[in-house]
Protein backbone atom coordinates (compact mmCIF):
# COMPACT_ATOMS: atom_id res chain seq x y z
CA UNK A 1 0.00 0.00 0.00
CA UNK A 2 2.58 2.19 0.84
CA UNK A 3 4.98 0.74 -2.07
CA UNK A 4 4.03 3.75 -4.29
CA UNK A 5 4.39 6.54 -2.03
CA UNK A 6 7.90 4.80 -0.86
CA UNK A 7 9.00 5.18 -5.04
CA UNK A 8 7.56 8.68 -5.34
CA UNK A 9 9.70 9.83 -2.85
CA UNK A 10 12.89 8.09 -3.70
CA UNK A 11 12.85 9.51 -6.51
CA UNK A 12 11.64 12.83 -6.46
CA UNK A 13 13.46 13.86 -3.21
CA UNK A 14 16.16 10.66 -2.29
CA UNK A 15 17.99 10.58 -5.72
CA UNK A 16 19.15 14.36 -5.71
CA UNK A 17 19.86 13.91 -1.64
CA UNK A 18 21.79 11.51 -2.04
CA UNK A 19 23.07 13.14 -5.49
CA UNK A 20 23.75 16.52 -3.51
CA UNK A 21 25.53 14.99 -0.97
CA UNK A 22 28.05 12.89 -3.35
CA UNK A 23 28.84 15.96 -5.54
CA UNK A 24 29.48 18.06 -2.26
CA UNK A 25 32.31 15.46 -1.53
CA UNK A 26 33.93 16.35 -4.85
CA UNK A 27 35.51 19.16 -6.70
CA UNK A 28 32.79 19.40 -9.30
CA UNK A 29 32.62 22.67 -11.35
CA UNK A 30 31.48 23.92 -14.81
CA UNK A 31 34.47 23.02 -16.32
CA UNK A 32 34.57 19.26 -15.18
CA UNK A 33 31.27 17.56 -14.97
CA UNK A 34 30.05 15.83 -18.15
CA UNK A 35 28.70 18.03 -20.59
CA UNK A 36 27.31 17.84 -24.20
CA UNK A 37 28.33 19.92 -26.86
CA UNK A 38 26.75 19.38 -30.10
CA UNK A 39 26.59 15.79 -30.87
CA UNK A 40 29.90 15.20 -28.78
CA UNK A 41 29.80 14.34 -25.04
CA UNK A 42 32.81 15.10 -23.10
CA UNK A 43 32.73 12.89 -19.86
CA UNK A 44 33.25 13.78 -16.35
CA UNK A 45 36.66 14.26 -14.96
CA UNK A 46 35.89 16.02 -11.39
CA UNK A 47 37.61 14.10 -8.39
CA UNK A 48 36.58 13.07 -4.80
CA UNK A 49 37.58 14.99 -2.31
CA UNK A 50 36.65 13.86 0.51
CA UNK A 51 35.32 16.35 3.25
CA UNK A 52 37.47 19.54 1.79
CA UNK A 53 34.63 21.76 0.93
CA UNK A 54 33.11 21.58 4.02
CA UNK A 55 36.51 22.78 5.75
CA UNK A 56 37.09 25.29 3.52
CA UNK A 57 33.57 26.86 3.80
CA UNK A 58 33.70 26.52 7.77
CA UNK A 59 37.20 28.44 7.52
CA UNK A 60 36.09 31.19 5.43
CA UNK A 61 34.21 34.07 6.96
CA UNK A 62 31.57 34.29 4.20
CA UNK A 63 29.65 31.51 5.72
CA UNK A 64 29.37 32.62 8.90
CA UNK A 65 28.70 36.13 8.22
CA UNK A 66 25.97 34.89 6.04
CA UNK A 67 24.80 32.37 8.77
CA UNK A 68 24.45 34.98 11.18
CA UNK A 69 22.30 36.83 9.15
CA UNK A 70 20.10 33.69 8.39
CA UNK A 71 19.29 33.37 12.41
CA UNK A 72 18.73 37.12 12.60
CA UNK A 73 16.44 36.96 9.69
CA UNK A 74 14.41 33.91 10.49
CA UNK A 75 14.29 34.71 14.16
CA UNK A 76 13.20 38.48 13.08
CA UNK A 77 10.52 37.40 10.85
CA UNK A 78 8.94 34.22 12.69
CA UNK A 79 8.67 36.65 16.02
CA UNK A 80 7.01 39.47 14.38
CA UNK A 81 4.72 37.40 12.29
CA UNK A 82 3.37 35.03 15.13
CA UNK A 83 2.73 38.25 17.45
CA UNK A 84 1.32 39.67 14.82
CA UNK A 85 -0.76 36.59 13.63
CA UNK A 86 -1.53 35.91 17.15
CA UNK A 87 -3.17 39.76 17.73
CA UNK A 88 -4.85 39.60 14.79
CA UNK A 89 -6.13 36.32 15.58
CA UNK A 90 -7.66 37.30 18.92
CA UNK A 91 -9.08 40.57 17.28
CA UNK A 92 -10.90 38.20 14.86
CA UNK A 93 -12.24 35.59 17.29
CA UNK A 94 -14.76 38.10 18.43
CA UNK A 95 -18.15 38.56 17.04
CA UNK A 96 -18.54 41.89 15.23
CA UNK A 97 -19.76 43.45 12.10
CA UNK A 98 -18.08 42.60 8.92
CA UNK A 99 -15.71 39.88 10.41
CA UNK A 100 -15.87 37.43 6.65
CA UNK A 101 -14.55 40.66 5.08
CA UNK A 102 -11.93 41.22 7.44
CA UNK A 103 -10.89 38.01 7.30
CA UNK A 104 -10.73 37.56 3.61
CA UNK A 105 -8.38 40.80 3.04
CA UNK A 106 -6.17 39.67 5.97
CA UNK A 107 -5.54 36.20 3.81
CA UNK A 108 -5.16 38.01 0.73
CA UNK A 109 -1.18 38.19 0.80
CA UNK A 110 -1.45 34.47 1.11
CA UNK A 111 -3.84 33.87 -1.95
CA UNK A 112 -1.58 36.45 -4.17
CA UNK A 113 1.80 34.24 -5.68
CA UNK A 114 4.74 35.16 -4.07
CA UNK A 115 6.56 36.52 -7.07
CA UNK A 116 3.85 38.80 -7.42
CA UNK A 117 3.69 39.87 -4.41
CA UNK A 118 7.47 40.48 -4.03
CA UNK A 119 8.01 42.91 -7.66
CA UNK A 120 4.86 44.82 -5.77
CA UNK A 121 6.63 45.13 -2.92
CA UNK A 122 9.86 46.32 -4.67
CA UNK A 123 7.84 49.12 -6.79
CA UNK A 124 6.34 50.15 -3.15
CA UNK A 125 9.90 50.52 -2.30
CA UNK A 126 11.71 52.28 -5.17
CA UNK A 127 13.70 55.37 -4.28
CA UNK A 128 12.77 57.69 -6.91
CA UNK A 129 9.13 56.81 -7.62
CA UNK A 130 7.99 54.13 -4.90
CA UNK A 131 5.21 55.12 -2.80
CA UNK A 132 6.65 54.68 0.51
CA UNK A 133 9.50 57.57 -0.58
CA UNK A 134 6.55 59.78 -2.13
CA UNK A 135 4.59 59.79 1.50
CA UNK A 136 7.49 60.73 3.05
CA UNK A 137 8.71 63.43 0.77
CA UNK A 138 5.58 64.99 1.01
CA UNK A 139 5.61 65.26 4.60
CA UNK A 140 9.22 67.42 4.40
CA UNK A 141 11.06 63.82 5.19
CA UNK A 142 14.39 62.82 3.15
CA UNK A 143 13.43 59.49 1.04
CA UNK A 144 14.95 56.36 2.93
CA UNK A 145 17.44 54.32 0.53
CA UNK A 146 15.38 51.23 1.11
CA UNK A 147 17.34 48.49 -1.24
CA UNK A 148 20.83 50.34 -1.63
CA UNK A 149 21.25 50.83 2.24
CA UNK A 150 22.35 47.27 3.84
CA UNK A 151 20.47 48.42 7.00
CA UNK A 152 17.32 49.67 5.87
CA UNK A 153 17.52 46.68 3.10
CA UNK A 154 17.63 43.82 5.61
CA UNK A 155 14.28 45.76 6.98
CA UNK A 156 13.02 45.75 3.43
CA UNK A 157 13.31 42.33 3.41
CA UNK A 158 12.23 41.66 6.73
CA UNK A 159 8.73 43.82 6.07
CA UNK A 160 7.90 42.18 3.16
CA UNK A 161 8.12 38.11 4.46
CA UNK A 162 6.26 39.15 7.62
CA UNK A 163 3.50 40.59 5.11
CA UNK A 164 3.61 37.09 3.59
CA UNK A 165 3.64 34.93 6.45
CA UNK A 166 0.94 36.47 8.64
CA UNK A 167 -2.02 35.10 6.93
CA UNK A 168 -0.55 31.49 7.96
CA UNK A 169 0.08 32.15 11.69
CA UNK A 170 -3.33 33.97 11.32
CA UNK A 171 -5.42 31.00 10.07
CA UNK A 172 -3.96 28.40 12.31
CA UNK A 173 -4.00 30.75 15.43
CA UNK A 174 -7.73 31.23 14.54
CA UNK A 175 -8.36 27.51 14.40
CA UNK A 176 -6.31 27.04 17.48
CA UNK A 177 -8.51 29.68 18.99
CA UNK A 178 -11.97 28.27 17.75
CA UNK A 179 -11.18 25.02 19.30
CA UNK A 180 -11.43 26.31 23.39
CA UNK A 181 -14.87 25.73 24.74
CA UNK A 182 -16.09 29.21 25.27
CA UNK A 183 -17.15 27.69 29.04
CA UNK A 184 -13.69 28.17 30.17
CA UNK A 185 -13.72 31.92 29.43
CA UNK A 186 -17.02 31.98 31.06
CA UNK A 187 -16.29 30.23 34.61
CA UNK A 188 -12.59 32.34 34.29
CA UNK A 189 -14.63 35.27 34.28
CA UNK A 190 -17.17 34.32 36.67
CA UNK A 191 -14.14 33.73 39.10
CA UNK A 192 -12.86 37.30 38.79
CA UNK A 193 -10.33 36.58 35.78
CA UNK A 194 -9.46 39.76 34.03
CA UNK A 195 -8.45 40.07 30.68
CA UNK A 196 -4.80 39.67 30.53
CA UNK A 197 -5.11 36.02 33.48
CA UNK A 198 -8.02 34.87 30.53
CA UNK A 199 -5.80 35.30 27.86
CA UNK A 200 -2.43 33.86 29.92
CA UNK A 201 -4.36 31.04 31.85
CA UNK A 202 -6.49 30.14 29.00
CA UNK A 203 -5.44 31.18 25.46
CA UNK A 204 -1.88 30.37 25.63
CA UNK A 205 -2.61 27.20 26.86
CA UNK A 206 -4.98 26.12 24.46
CA UNK A 207 -2.97 27.13 21.07
CA UNK A 208 0.44 25.68 22.60
CA UNK A 209 0.18 22.48 20.53
CA UNK A 210 -0.73 24.28 17.49
CA UNK A 211 1.83 27.66 17.80
CA UNK A 212 4.83 25.09 18.92
CA UNK A 213 3.88 23.45 15.10
CA UNK A 214 3.36 26.38 13.09
CA UNK A 215 6.12 28.37 14.65
CA UNK A 216 8.65 25.04 13.76
CA UNK A 217 7.10 25.32 9.75
CA UNK A 218 7.42 28.85 9.96
CA UNK A 219 11.22 28.80 10.69
CA UNK A 220 11.90 25.77 8.15
CA UNK A 221 10.32 27.83 5.55
CA UNK A 222 11.93 31.59 6.68
CA UNK A 223 15.34 29.95 6.66
CA UNK A 224 14.86 28.77 3.07
CA UNK A 225 12.99 31.41 1.91
CA UNK A 226 14.78 32.26 -1.47
CA UNK A 227 12.04 34.07 -3.66
CA UNK A 228 11.85 37.46 -1.09
CA UNK A 229 15.50 37.77 -0.94
CA UNK A 230 16.45 37.35 -4.70
CA UNK A 231 13.74 39.01 -6.35
CA UNK A 232 13.36 41.82 -4.13
CA UNK A 233 17.32 42.51 -3.42
CA UNK A 234 19.09 39.49 -5.09
CA UNK A 235 21.19 39.53 -1.82
CA UNK A 236 22.46 42.92 -2.17
CA UNK A 237 23.58 45.37 -1.53
CA UNK A 238 26.93 43.90 -1.66
CA UNK A 239 25.53 40.51 -0.73
CA UNK A 240 24.15 42.36 2.62
CA UNK A 241 21.03 40.29 2.63
CA UNK A 242 21.96 37.15 1.66
CA UNK A 243 20.90 34.28 3.65
CA UNK A 244 22.82 30.67 3.32
CA UNK A 245 20.51 29.33 0.41
CA UNK A 246 20.45 32.37 -1.88
CA UNK A 247 24.56 31.76 -1.85
CA UNK A 248 24.70 28.55 -2.35
CA UNK A 249 22.29 29.28 -5.46
CA UNK A 250 24.79 31.92 -6.51
CA UNK A 251 27.56 29.33 -6.57
CA UNK A 252 25.62 27.27 -8.58
CA UNK A 253 24.22 29.30 -11.19
CA UNK A 254 25.69 32.88 -10.66
CA UNK A 255 29.81 32.44 -10.25
CA UNK A 256 31.96 32.25 -13.27
CA UNK A 257 32.77 29.04 -12.86
CA UNK A 258 29.65 27.43 -11.47
CA UNK A 259 31.00 25.48 -8.54
CA UNK A 260 27.95 22.72 -8.00
CA UNK A 261 30.69 21.00 -5.32
CA UNK A 262 30.26 23.78 -2.77
CA UNK A 263 27.00 24.59 -3.42
CA UNK A 264 26.17 21.14 -2.94
CA UNK A 265 28.09 21.72 0.22
CA UNK A 266 26.19 24.59 1.43
CA UNK A 267 22.85 22.61 1.00
CA UNK A 268 24.06 19.84 3.24
CA UNK A 269 25.29 22.22 5.96
CA UNK A 270 21.66 24.23 5.16
CA UNK A 271 19.94 20.92 5.69
CA UNK A 272 22.12 19.21 8.56
CA UNK A 273 21.13 23.03 10.42
CA UNK A 274 17.53 22.94 9.93
CA UNK A 275 17.98 18.80 11.04
CA UNK A 276 19.74 20.04 14.52
CA UNK A 277 17.20 22.39 15.52
CA UNK A 278 14.03 20.14 14.60
CA UNK A 279 15.70 17.72 16.92
CA UNK A 280 16.48 19.87 19.58
CA UNK A 281 13.11 21.54 19.34
CA UNK A 282 10.91 18.81 19.76
CA UNK A 283 13.40 17.90 22.64
CA UNK A 284 12.49 21.67 24.33
CA UNK A 285 8.46 20.49 23.46
CA UNK A 286 8.97 17.35 25.10
CA UNK A 287 10.18 19.02 28.30
CA UNK A 288 6.94 21.16 28.44
CA UNK A 289 4.84 18.28 27.75
CA UNK A 290 3.77 18.48 24.46
CA UNK A 291 3.85 14.74 22.92
CA UNK A 292 4.15 14.63 18.80
Known amino acids: ?85 LGLANMLNRNFRGRAAYRMALILPWAIPAFVSVFAWRMLYNERNGILNSLLEGRGID ?38 PGEQYEAAEMDGANAWQRFRNITLPGISSVSMTVV ?17 TRGGPAGSTDILVTEAFRLAFVASPRDFANSAAWGVLILLLLVLFAISYRRALRRQGEVW
Open 143 to 180: GIAWLSDPTWAKIAVIATNVWLGVPFMLIAILGALQSI
Open 216 to 232: LLSTIWTFNMFPVIYLL
Open 1 to 85: MIAPVVLVIAVIIGWPLVRGIYLSLTDADEANVERTIGVNTIPATYDFVGLENYADILRDNTFWDRLGWTVVWTVACVSITFLIG
